[in-house]
């Protein structure tokens, strides 16, 4: 049985989030999904108010597969993948600068932990969605709800 780890601070979680994660989802047999904290962010949701946007996101577009949601509240994220024995490591990546980002952590995992970072696009439409976007947007009044599932929706307005 193949496992994978999808990390991510999902603050919120997005339309792009969940494409990656439906992805995901088809190639491993069992899919975790992390919450984490970022301390570069900063949070609106709490780590147990991102998990149940992360859950009822997943029920409300229906997307199927073995998948839990979690928090690592302390820790590297690579000593939870072992414990999960986790095969590989998904990350999303919108534009060239995400992936100059998240490199070095790929190859610092793998020398951590051995575990292979997996990196899948994100669809097109969803480009240039990002968390951080629909927050500021949201909280200027603008419409989001392009962008995220209608339980994200209510939990911005």
């Given at each position: 049985m193949t496992v994978a780890i999808y990390p991510g601070s999902f603050d919120p979680v997005t339309l792009g989030h969940l494409s990656v994660l439906k992805r995901a989802a088809q190639l491993f047999d069992e899919l975790h999904v992390l919450v984490v904290h970022n301390p570069d962010k900063n949070a609106?949701?709490?780590?147990?108010?991102?998990?149940?946007?992360?859950?009822?996101?997943i029920s409300e577009l229906g997307i199927s597969g073995r998948i839990t949601v979690s928090s690592l509240t302390e820790g590297l994220m690579v000593e939870a993948a072992k414990r999960l024995n986790a095969h590989a490591i998904?990350?999303?990546?919108?534009?060239?600068?995400?992936?100059?980002?998240?490199?070095?952590?790929?190859?610092?995992?793998?020398d951590l932990s051995g575990?292979?970072?997996?990196?899948?696009?994100?669809?097109?439409?969803?480009?240039?969605v990002?968390?951080?976007?629909?927050?500021?947007?949201?909280?200027?009044?603008g419409d989001v709800s392009s962008y995220v599932t209608k339980t994200v929706l209510s939990a911005l307005s």
């Open positions: 609106r949701f709490s780590a147990p108010e991102r998990e149940a946007l992360l859950r009822e996101s998904v990350k999303g990546f919108r534009t060239a600068g995400d992936i100059e980002y998240e490199i070095p952590m790929a190859q610092v995992n793998r575990i292979e970072t997996v990196f899948l696009a994100s669809e097109p439409g969803y480009g240039y990002s968390s951080s976007l629909v927050k500021q947007v949201a909280s200027l009044g």
